[in-house]
């Protein structure tokens, strides 16, 4: 069971570093019987304060992480892998490519893998067309696959 020493404790690690400090999967829940189990408003309140210190720095250093590539230590709490996937995954999405080109297809054409190993396909005559990936269109125009509209 988490004692109040534990969580003072970890608070107390994770300023001492900018590194961030492994916490058992369960650590939040464990930390919220914690404060359930709390007689005392004020000791409570206290408690609440420090569990959301510790969660707001672990915070801004899983952005770090992300931010610079660094892998996340494992055990992570289950909230924080959470909200390490999410904004992984937020971020994975805005990446995606924007300029998308549209592209009129001339001819019926079966799936076809290119020479950069991807593939294309099939498509049926007077198709439209919409890709980012550059390698594809240049594949498409360069074979008279289709056509820039």
């Given at each position: 069971?988490?004692?109040?020493?534990?969580?003072?404790?970890?608070?107390?690690?994770?300023k001492k570093?900018?590194?961030?400090?492994?916490?058992?999967?369960?650590?939040?829940?464990?930390?919220?019987r914690?404060?359930?189990?709390?007689?005392?408003?004020?000791?409570?309140?206290?408690?609440?304060?420090?569990?959301?210190?510790?969660?707001?720095?672990r915070?801004q250093?899983?952005?770090?992480?992300i931010?610079?590539?660094?892998?996340?230590?494992?055990?992570l709490?289950t909230?924080?892998?959470?909200l390490?996937?999410q904004?992984k995954?937020?971020?994975?999405?805005?990446?995606?490519?924007?300029?998308?080109?549209?592209?009129?297809?001339s001819a019926?054409i079966?799936?076809?893998?290119?020479?950069?190993?991807s593939?294309?396909?099939?498509?049926?005559?007077?198709?439209?067309?919409k890709?980012?990936?550059?390698?594809?269109?240049?594949?498409?125009i360069?074979n008279?696959?289709?056509?820039?509209?």
């Amino acid at each position: 069971m988490l004692s109040w020493e534990s969580v003072f404790e970890a608070l107390k690690n994770e300023k001492k570093t900018g590194e961030i400090i492994p916490l058992e999967a369960e650590f939040y829940n464990n930390a919220n019987r914690l404060v359930a189990s709390m007689q005392d408003e004020q000791e409570k309140s206290n408690m609440v304060k420090t569990i959301n210190t510790i969660k707001e720095k672990r915070a801004q250093k899983i952005l770090v992480y992300i931010a610079y590539g660094k892998q996340v230590p494992a055990p992570l709490p289950t909230e924080e892998e959470d909200l390490y996937n999410q904004i992984k995954r937020i971020l994975k999405k805005e990446s995606a490519p924007t300029n998308q080109t549209t592209i009129r297809i001339s001819a019926d054409i079966p799936e076809i893998i290119t020479t950069k190993g991807s593939k294309i396909g099939p498509f049926r005559q007077n198709e439209i067309v919409k890709t980012g990936d550059t390698d594809n269109i240049k594949f498409i125009i360069d074979n008279k696959i289709g056509e820039i509209i």
